[in-house]
């Protein structure tokens, strides 16, 4: 399987010009890419879960490859982040975490 990220021009469907946030307040994305998800088609709870993969470490790009949980909306349902690939002060990090929060 390959996912694939490209640089294309996609029109925002949700693009509101006065909106605070960015990802309603461009006209346009530059960039695509790619996720897969297998909610209601495959969770686990215990066991290991095995990876490998090449990822594109290009300034701009962040691969990460995580798993959510399946009883609340995020976050208090977990995250675990396997693996996220990003630059802190152009330094290149991988980060491992696992994030969660109250129901309420």
């Known amino acids: 399987m ?3 990220g490209k ?13 605070s946030g960015w990802q309603k307040n ?3 994305a ?4 790619s996720s897969i998800n297998t909610d209601g088609k495959f969770h686990f709870q215990y066991g290991v879960l ?4 090449k990822i594109d470490t290009s300034m701009g ?9 399946i ?9 675990i982040d396997i693996m996220e690939f990003y630059r802190v002060k152009n330094v290149p990090t991988i ?7 109250d129901e309420g």
């Open 95 to 101: 980060l491992a975490n696992a994030a969660w929060a």
């Open 50 to 53: 095995e990876v490998r993969a």
């Open 61 to 69: 790009m962040w691969p990460a490859i995580w798993t959510l949980g």
């Open 71 to 79: 009883n609340n909306p995020w976050p208090a349902n977990g995250e």
């Open 30 to 33: 530059d960039y695509t890419s």
């Open 2 to 4: 390959i996912i694939t």
């Open 7 to 19: 640089r294309e021009s996609v029109t925002n469907p949700h693009f509101e010009a006065d909106h």
């Open 26 to 28: 461009r006209k346009q």
